[in-house]
């Protein structure tokens, strides 16, 4: 084959070593080969830039493994040398015994013959924009992964907050949530909480539960009819313990409250059902 590349190197990455192979062709069509290992951290990787300036290596070539990559990648990149970065999908494997050293002989050759396709890797400014938007995608991820929990645990606790107010976590949800995580039971005085538009809604936040014959910002009520699946009858007093065991989440600092029951086969007027 032709040789595209006169001097290249490849480089096997690991999580703590990296093994480097330069091949060197000379005018006369002989090849020189070299060997070194080196570590990953960042004073091996100056070491690494430094012995591939001094044997001229325009070309450098390495899978994709994972991160480890990157601060082989961040270190070598500048204006001197050119960094192919391959995905080992698209590279046929070694064959024979694989060793970390034939693994870069076999990249280096690769290299040297321009059998590599190149993955795109945009410029340091564009990296650090799209690190920055895919953390920000994450953490509105995880904030509405707990806005999702809470609803459930107020659902499960027969909360019908989230029927009347738009946003549960807005000002007046809070206001409700901390009055709750206080002990405070009375619903009146719960609905008095309401700010803004959704005091209009005061009648609703105090409607009473056709079954229950309580508001829906109660807690407690009458017997409820069991369905196919079995209830568990629990006294108001023992069904919650105050204040409820909680934490925050590291999106966004939003309340988990659970609910803490034992279950009481008898039920009776004044008995929270739990299924």
């Known amino acids: 084959m032709d040789v595209v590349h006169a001097r290249c190197c490849g480089l096997d990455v690991h999580k703590k070593s990296v093994v480097a192979c330069a091949l060197i062709t000379q005018p006369t069509g002989s090849v020189e080969r070299y060997m070194r290992t080196f570590k990953t951290i960042t004073a091996d990787l100056l070491k690494l830039a430094d012995w591939l ?9 390495m899978e994709s493994t994972g991160v480890y990559w990157r601060p082989v990648f961040n270190v070598l990149e500048d204006d001197e040398r050119t960094i192919v970065l391959v ?22 050759d690769l290299l040297r013959h321009g059998l590599l396709r190149a993955s795109f890797i945009p410029p340091a400014p564009i990296r650090a924009i799209r690190e920055l938007t895919r953390y920000r995608k994450t953490l509105v991820q995880e904030r509405a992964d707990e806005t999702n929990r809470l609803h459930k645990t107020l659902e499960g606790a027969n909360l019908k907050l989230a029927g009347v107010a738009t946003d549960v976590l807005g000002l007046s949800g809070r206001a409700m949530l901390a009055a709750l995580l206080q002990g405070e039971r009375d619903p009146d005085l719960l609905a008095d909480l309401a700010q803004g538009r959704l005091r209009a809604k005061l009648p609703q936040l105090r409607e009473p539960d056709p079954r229950h014959n309580a508001p829906a910002l109660s807690a407690s009520g009458q017997r409820s009819p069991t369905g196919s699946r ?24 939003y309340w988990k409250i659970w609910w803490r029951v034992s279950p009481i086969r008898r039920s009776s007027p004044g008995m929270l059902a739990v299924r």
């Open 53 to 61: 300036s001094e044997l001229q290596v325009t070309q450098v070539a």
């Open 87 to 108: 995905n080992p999908q698209h590279m046929r494997a070694v064959p024979g015994k694989k060793t970390d050293v034939k693994d870069a002989e076999w990249i280096t």
């Open 230 to 253: 079995r209830l568990w009858r629990v006294p108001i007093s023992n069904s919650v313990t105050w204040p409820p065991m909680c934490w925050g989440s590291p999106a966004g600092r």
